[in-house]
């Protein structure tokens, strides 16, 4: 059991952070004793556990009585190196002057800014940042473009867990991966344009024959496209004007049979647009004229049919529903009224978002919000692979966009070559497979077809995800098992120092993927972030399961 000492004004963001770092805790209190006594910040505290763990970005009174030298004023923003990770620092870091530990160090300076102390029976850790503070600007604020690639939030849980570890204490932990599986995988369509027919001389036309003329030209000669995908724009091109008099197959039309032949049986979620010719709303006022669309959901209605007779799942592609809950309402019943289904998803058209967006989404009735991502790179924004409830919601769900396809090959984004963009991508589920959690990809609904012809980057994906022990979900399943996890409760039925009783229950009867109950061995302070497959033991829990987890010196 953890002991938690944080500002009042930090709770929230601790509850949250333990929903993600799921282990046994509690905020302290006088009347126990814990193995493990986590604080953060200014907080006083008895160091009497086994293992004390001090975050502050500041030097603090504990400093002070423990006579701790710092180095330089605090630092806003920076890079710390931990066993060859990068992890990005957005609030006040502070370095140890006279502390030569190279466990957790600086960028550029090198300088020490976490260091251990043993004694005969206790261990202090002190870590020069603010934890806390940290979770609250990642779901909140969410990381810079720069550091997109960067699975942050991951990162600190992972230095916390080898912190613990490696000072001799036994963990156990529900981690986000389902048993049987590496990650969960999430393959999501956003349809824009599902008609090419549609478009008669607007930018979405012209920007196509552009694209599929000059742009395919360009994009030869830089070696990010083949003569034969040249060849296939051109003559769309050249068919065009017959598409547009019904006597050619419009080649933008059939995207539901394009990835469900694709996709083979792999359930994937489509968010649809609910009414044309709507731009929205910014806060200041209308939404660009251009993220109007020309169709409405009702006019696929048998494509939606289609997809959900296929397993599939149909969310809304929101309009103004992240910023009016009363629009957002109508936006959802459009989208129930045409499925059936009672509980629907949410994607912002163009990714629109702000802070207040997840309680406004969540007074309008969604089920759950996947818009949370970058529309010019790939990565973390808020720097997690896991469901989250982003702090202004009471029960909303978001689960984080990762990979989208305009951002890797749009000319005015990553502008990337298939080839580069399958290095990218490998990165992405190299970090899933390390972390668990979701990888939660968009691929448009025309971007299988000219002038975009992105489908074999896509393919490769799906194979090299199922290489790499994925469960694939659709949206709404991986909302659903992560509600599973975060109903899963540790229940101590006794608290003896150096045993932890654990009993977790959940349903078993919703036909989704077990949890897994995971208990870390303890390991030595020379051991800390070299974890292996040795260094734990998975369950598999189906409907409860307890255990007795000892936390025992490994020296």
Same mark, same amino acid.
């Given at each position: 059991?953890?002991?938690?000492?944080?500002?009042?004004?930090?709770?929230?963001?601790?509850?949250?952070?333990?929903?993600?770092?799921?282990?046994?805790?509690?905020?302290?209190? +006088?009347?126990? !004793?814990?193995?493990?006594?986590?604080?953060?910040?200014?907080? !006083?505290?008895?160091?009497?556990?086994?293992?004390?763990?001090?975050?502050?970005?500041?030097?603090?009174?504990?400093?002070?009585?423990?006579?701790?030298?710092?180095?330089?004023?605090?630092?806003?923003?920076?890079? =710390?190196?931990?066993?060859?990770?990068?992890?990005?620092?957005?609030? /006040? #870091?502070?370095?140890?002057?006279?502390?030569?530990?190279?466990?957790?160090?600086?960028?550029?300076?090198?300088?020490?800014?976490?260091?251990?102390?043993?004694?005969?029976? +206790?261990?202090?850790?002190?870590?020069?940042?603010?934890?806390?503070?940290?979770?609250?600007?990642?779901?909140?604020?969410? !990381?810079?473009?720069?550091?997109?690639?960067?699975?942050?939030?991951?990162?600190?849980?992972?230095?916390?867990?080898?912190?613990?570890?490696?000072?001799?204490?036994?963990?156990?932990?529900?981690?986000?991966?389902?048993?049987?599986?590496?990650?969960?995988?999430?393959?999501?369509?956003?349809?824009?344009?599902?008609? $090419?027919?549609?478009?008669?001389?607007?930018?979405?036309?012209?920007?196509?024959?552009?694209?599929?003329?000059?742009?395919?030209?360009?994009?030869?000669?830089?070696?990010?496209?083949?003569?034969?995908?040249?060849?296939?724009?051109?003559?769309?091109?050249?068919?065009?004007?017959?598409?547009?008099?019904?006597?050619?197959?419009?080649?933008?039309?059939?995207?539901?049979?394009?990835?469900?032949?694709?996709?083979?049986?792999?359930?994937?979620?489509?968010?649809?647009?609910?009414?044309?010719?709507?731009?929205?709303?910014?806060?200041?006022?209308?939404?660009?004229?251009?993220?109007?669309?020309?169709?409405?959901?009702?006019?696929?209605?048998?494509?939606?049919?289609?997809?959900?007779?296929?397993?599939?799942?149909?969310?809304?592609?929101?309009?103004?529903?992240?910023?009016?809950?009363?629009?957002?309402?109508?936006?959802?019943?459009? $989208?129930?009224?045409?499925?059936?289904?009672?509980?629907?998803?949410?994607?912002?058209?163009?990714?629109?978002?702000?802070? !207040?967006?997840?309680?406004?989404?969540?007074?309008?009735?969604?089920?759950?919000?996947?818009?949370?991502?970058?529309?010019?790179?790939?990565?973390?924004?808020?720097?997690? #692979?896991?469901?989250?409830?982003?702090?202004?919601?009471?029960?909303?769900?978001?689960?984080?966009?990762?990979?989208? /396809?305009?951002?890797?090959?749009?000319?005015?984004?990553?502008?990337? #070559?298939?080839?580069?963009?399958?290095?990218?991508?490998?990165?992405?589920?190299?970090?899933?497979?390390?972390?668990?959690?979701?990888?939660?990809?968009?691929?448009?609904?025309?971007?299988?077809?000219?002038?975009?012809?992105?489908?074999?980057?896509?393919?490769?994906?799906?194979?090299?995800?199922?290489?790499?022990?994925?469960?694939?979900?659709?949206?709404?399943?991986?909302?659903?098992?992560?509600?599973?996890?975060?109903?899963?409760?540790?229940?101590?039925?006794?608290?003896?120092?150096?045993?932890?009783?654990?009993?977790?229950?959940? /349903?078993?009867?919703?036909?989704?993927?077990? =949890?897994?109950?995971?208990?870390?061995?303890?390991?030595?302070?020379?051991?800390?972030?070299?974890?292996?497959?040795?260094?734990?033991?998975?369950?598999?829990?189906?409907?409860?399961?307890?255990?007795?987890?000892?936390?025992?010196?490994?020296?």
């Amino acid at each position: 059991m953890i002991g938690v000492i944080a500002d009042p004004a930090e709770h929230d963001v601790a509850r949250e952070f333990f929903e993600l770092f799921k282990t046994p805790w509690e905020f302290c209190r +006088k009347d126990r !004793q814990y193995d493990v006594l986590l604080c953060a910040g200014e907080g !006083q505290f008895d160091a009497s556990a086994k293992v004390a763990l001090v975050y502050a970005g500041r030097e603090t009174h504990f400093d002070v009585h423990q006579r701790i030298q710092t180095g330089r004023q605090p630092r806003h923003g920076s890079v =710390l190196c931990y066993q060859g990770n990068r992890i990005p620092i957005y609030g /006040d #870091t502070i370095t140890f002057s006279e502390k030569e530990s190279s466990l957790l160090t600086e960028e550029g300076s090198s300088e020490c800014a976490a260091f251990l102390e043993e004694s005969s029976d +206790k261990v202090l850790a002190r870590i020069g940042y603010d934890l806390f503070a940290e979770v609250r600007s990642l779901l909140t604020v969410g !990381q810079p473009a720069a550091n997109a690639i960067l699975p942050a939030l991951e990162l600190h849980i992972a230095f916390l867990r080898d912190l613990i570890t490696g000072s001799g204490v036994s963990l156990v932990e529900i981690p986000p991966m389902p048993h049987g599986y590496q990650f969960l995988a999430c393959l999501t369509h956003d349809v824009d344009h599902p008609s $090419i027919r549609q478009h008669k001389c607007d930018h979405t036309m012209l920007g196509f024959l552009y694209r599929a003329v000059f742009g395919s030209l360009r994009r030869l000669c830089r070696g990010q496209m083949s003569v034969l995908d040249l060849f296939r724009n051109w003559v769309a091109a050249l068919k065009l004007p017959f598409v547009h008099l019904g006597l050619a197959k419009d080649f933008w039309g059939e995207f539901a049979d394009r990835y469900l032949e694709l996709e083979k049986g792999l359930r994937s979620t489509f968010f649809v647009i609910p009414f044309k010719n709507r731009p929205g709303s910014n806060p200041d006022g209308p939404a660009p004229s251009l993220r109007a669309t020309r169709y409405r959901a009702q006019d696929i209605a048998d494509t939606i049919r289609k997809l959900t007779n296929a397993g599939c799942e149909v969310g809304l592609h929101g309009i103004d529903v992240w910023l009016d809950s009363s629009k957002g309402h109508e936006e959802l019943a459009e $989208i129930r009224r045409l499925t059936g289904a009672s509980e629907i998803g949410v994607r912002m058209h163009w990714l629109y978002y702000n802070q !207040q967006s997840a309680a406004t989404v969540e007074a309008a009735g969604a089920a759950y919000d996947s818009t949370i991502g970058y529309n010019e790179t790939v990565g973390y924004r808020a720097g997690t #692979t896991q469901v989250y409830i982003p702090l202004e919601a009471r029960q909303l769900l978001e689960l984080p966009l990762q990979v989208m /396809d305009t951002a890797l090959f749009y000319p005015s984004y990553l502008n990337l #070559t298939p080839h580069r963009a399958r290095v990218l991508l490998g990165r992405v589920v190299e970090n899933a497979v390390r972390y668990g959690g979701t990888l939660t990809i968009n691929w448009h609904d025309r971007s299988l077809v000219p002038e975009r012809l992105w489908g074999g980057c896509y393919r490769d994906l799906i194979q090299e995800m199922k290489r790499q022990g994925a469960w694939f979900s659709t949206a709404g399943q991986a909302i659903s098992w992560f509600r599973k996890r975060r109903s899963a409760a540790f229940v101590t039925d006794s608290m003896e120092l150096g045993a932890v009783r654990a009993k977790v229950t959940v /349903d078993h009867r919703d036909h989704l993927p077990s =949890l897994r109950l995971r208990i870390h061995k303890s390991r030595n302070p020379s051991e800390i972030g070299y974890c292996s497959s040795d260094d734990y033991v998975d369950r598999a829990v189906d409907e409860s399961i307890e255990t007795r987890v000892p936390s025992g010196a490994a020296r």
